[in-house]
């Protein structure tokens, strides 16, 4: 079984447009709990144009109640997003190398050359009981290069994975993000992966065995504008394994 956790970006970001509370975000983050979700994600970006510092806190204030669903917070660790880590305490904090003016998150950490970083933060983590994941490439190199950070899991990137999907390039992209994810699986790191997947590629890219988590917002997001949100979520969670 894969956890599915919903990234709520998206939502923060409809909201924000009109300069009011509407969207609702804990009304909607309360909806996928209620509807079977045990994960919420969010990337919470210094410029504050979708997910805001406060809705990090009033988001992990919610799930606080809510034991069986797990907090993940993205982003990249400056001072400041280390420090909201810590309050707030997710169970999961997944690594990002985002610039503050990126789109969107576009690329895995060259583990290299910032192991230094990368192993002290993973390190203060564990010590607050916080499970780190580093944000990859699908790329087995890379991969070993992790087991020395002390992170608890790798969150592939799988952009070219939804990029390749339904062309003729997808068989030799799967094997990449194969051979990553178990690779992973055999150093004993937990295997997460996000970005572009969507209900028509998901299934496909869960045939890679010992995929722990995938977060999933723009997809979802759009596909519940078009299909209503239940019956997205149920689809994805059928998917998962999550639904029987």
Request: include cysteine; glycine fraction near 8%; charge should be negative.
């Given at each position: ?40 994600t ?11 510092r ?9 799930l ?63 010590e ?111 998917i ?5």
């Open positions: 079984m894969t956890t599915l956790s919903v990234n709520v970006n998206k939502i923060a970001l409809l909201r924000n447009s009109r300069g009011h509370d509407y969207p609702h975000l804990l009304d909607f983050v309360q909806r996928c709990v209620d509807l079977g979700v045990k994960g919420i969010v990337h919470p970006r210094p410029d504050e144009r979708h997910v805001r406060q809705d990090a806190y009033d988001i992990g204030a919610l606080a109640d809510q034991p069986d669903v797990e907090f993940n917070i993205e982003g990249y660790p400056s001072p400041s997003f280390l420090q909201l880590v810590s309050d707030i305490k997710p169970d999961q904090c997944t690594l990002v190398p985002d610039d503050p003016a990126q789109l969107t998150s576009d690329h895995g950490w060259d583990v290299a050359a910032n192991a230094g970083l990368l192993q002290d933060v993973s390190g203060a983590f564990r607050q009981g916080i499970r780190s994941s580093l944000f990859l490439d699908a790329d087995a190199e890379a991969v070993d290069q992790v087991a020395s950070t002390g992170a608890d899991r790798i969150e592939l990137y799988t952009e070219d994975y939804a990029r390749a999907f339904a062309t003729a390039k997808e068989a030799e992209v799967f094997s990449q993000y194969e051979r990553a994810a178990l690779r992973a699986v055999e150093l004993g790191l937990g295997v997460n992966a996000g970005h572009d997947l969507n209900l028509d590629n998901l299934g496909r890219f869960l045939q890679i065995p010992g995929i722990s988590e995938v977060s999933i917002g723009h997809g979802l997001v759009v596909e519940c504008l078009e299909h209503g949100i239940s019956k997205v979520l149920a689809s994805y969670l059928q998962t394994g999550e639904k029987p």
